[in-house]
């Protein structure tokens, strides 16, 4: 389980992960020694998966995002197993949940235009296996977008 000072680095790295361990320890209030022993303890755990950029996707062309709520017809586990490493290996999408209600899976899917997002639907996704029915909710403008995770007690 984390603590209060695990807290402290994991919301700094949060905000901005390109620090030494000098400027690390400053962030936080420990010593540069105990703040690397941590770190390295975090990232061994598994607490801290990885380090990215985080990059703005209108910048580089990517102008839609889509919600995609995904049925399927029959949940074998063979077919469910094979959608899953399917989606998995598309690069377009960012996130995919298994979920409860109505859709079996909900993903979210960036496209550089809807043309583009069409012809994802229509080239991988519908023709998925056992895929029933798709709902796709555009992303009009985004209020909020973060990457950072709440750091309770």
Do not use: N
Not at 10 to 17: D, E, F, N, V
Not at 19 to 48: M, N
Not at 70 to 77: D, L, P
């Amino acid at each position: 389980m984390i603590d209060e000072i695990d807290r402290k680095i994991l919301r700094a790295l949060q905000r901005q992960c390109r620090q030494s361990a000098q400027e690390l320890s400053e962030a936080t209030g420990i010593s540069a020694a105990t703040c690397w022993r941590r770190l390295k303890a975090l990232e061994e755990s598994g607490v801290i998966k990885d380090y990215r950029a985080i990059l703005d996707r209108e910048k580089i062309g990517i102008a839609v995002t889509a919600f995609v709520h995904v049925t399927i017809e029959r949940q074998f586990a063979k077919i469910v197993s094979e959608i899953e490493k399917k989606i998995r290996a598309r690069p377009e999408v960012l996130e995919c949940y298994t979920t409860t209600g109505d859709a079996d899976f909900t993903l979210r899917v960036v496209a550089r235009d809807i043309a583009d997002y069409d012809r994802f639907l229509q080239t991988f996704l519908l023709e998925l296996p056992e895929v029933g029915q798709v709902r796709s909710s555009i992303a009009l403008r985004e209020i909020k977008e973060t990457t950072e995770l709440p750091l309770w007690r």
